[in-house]
């Protein structure tokens, strides 16, 4: 290989795809997001890439690229994580969530400067009856742009190294002929592998020694729950004295059955999502510690160092961590274009 391939991170987040690129050996030049807020996360923690606060629908392509000093002869990667609510099966917009046409804006860059590369993660949902109609444009688009041959599948991120059970929609397309799909791991990664190690702390305590690793006070009838919540894997039907749930708990909820429910240490985790420190939001509370995890826990689950550290206030970084691309999975993904590029001896 002669250089390395240049990347731009679209809608780039706190940076963990970002971070899984530069692991597995691209530059990536620049993150672009239309949240201010994620500034300093992502400049902290992935320099020299700098974040650009930008709209992708007022983006103009070239200026960009010429402003990175990406030339003509250049290997380019456009990666995009489009924000995924307006494809999920939890979104009750019913279709009117207008994030959803973000997707054929990155398709319009693509078309107006195509790269060599295409990275695109987004849930299940994009390529069905949620999002059917805007996968359908942006294939027909990428496709008059040179990128014809294109793996597309669902990926279970707890494959591919990473301590989770998430599925992705994972597009991968080169403009130099064939991609193959991400390498699987030999063994699935647990709960106990990324976060037995943290120290213990108690809800509301927030560690000296080791970044980020602060928990989320709860209240005191939430507290009582997860006292009664059986450790390792507990859930809330296992409570034996039902008087102390929630009300809407104690019928036949309709809310999500992991709905204070602990993790387990010797599988993966369940799915992290922006409210992943939130013990009445799913299967988020400590394997043995009566609190939700932390968000250094949560950042450890996704993958992310150690010493990668997150800004802003607790729920804003919850956000963070929990919208992000697993990093370990982004590098695979990674891995999978340079290996593309070195097969083609380009």
């Known amino acids: 290989m002669s250089k390395n391939i240049k990347a731009i991170d679209f809608f780039c987040g706190a940076g963990g795809l970002t971070r899984g690129l530069l692991n597995s050996g691209i530059e990536v030049l620049a993150g672009v997001d239309n949240d201010e807020g994620l500034r300093t996360t992502y400049e902290t923690n992935n320099a020299p890439s700098k974040f650009l606060c930008e709209d992708i629908n007022e983006i103009d392509i070239l200026s960009l690229r010429k402003e ?8 380019v990667l456009y990666a995009a994580c489009t924000p995924c609510q ?33 990275i695109v993660e987004n849930v299940p949902g994009l390529n069905n009856a949620y999002g059917k109609e805007i996968y359908e444009e942006f294939i027909d ?30 597009l991968l397309s080169s403009r130099h002929g064939k991609i193959s799909p991400p390498k699987v791991s030999d063994k699935v990664s647990t709960v106990a592998d990324y976060i037995k190690k943290y120290h213990p702390i108690k809800h ?13 006070k709860l209240q005191p009838h939430h507290l009582k729950i997860v006292k009664a919540v059986p450790k390792n894997g507990g859930s809330r039907s296992d409570i034996k004295d039902t008087s102390i749930l929630l009300k809407c708990h ?33 299967r988020f509370i400590h394997p043995t510690q009566d609190r939700g995890i932390s968000l ?17 206030k607790f729920i804003h970084i919850a956000r963070q961590i929990g919208n992000a691309v697993p990093v370990k999975f982004a590098q695979r993904l990674g891995e999978t274009i340079v290996s593309s590029y070195a097969n083609k001896g380009i």
Not at 68 to 75: A, I, N, P, Q
Not at 296 to 312: H, L, M, N, V, W
């Open 86 to 118: 307006p494809f999920s099966t939890l979104n009750r917009m019913e279709g009117k969530d207008e994030r959803k046409y973000l997707l054929l804006s990155f398709a319009e860059l693509v078309r107006q400067a195509p790269p060599d590369f295409l």
């Open 141 to 170: 688009t990428i496709s008059e742009s040179g990128f014809n041959d294109i793996f597309a599948d669902f990926l279970d991120v707890k494959d591919y190294g990473v301590p989770q059970r998430r599925k992705r929609f994972i």
């Open 68 to 75: 990175l000093s990406v030339s003509d002869k250049d290997f």
């Open 250 to 282: 104690q019928k036949k909820p309709k809310v999500h059955k992991d709905v204070f429910g602990r993790m387990a240490w010797d599988l993966p985790a369940p799915t992290l999502t922006c409210r992943c420190t939130d013990i009445y939001c799913g």
């Open 296 to 312: 250094r826990e949560a950042a450890a689950i996704q993958t992310f160092p150690d010493d990668y550290e997150f800004f802003g």
């Open 204 to 216: 509301g305590e927030s560690s000296k020694r080791i970044v980020n690793h602060v928990a989320r």
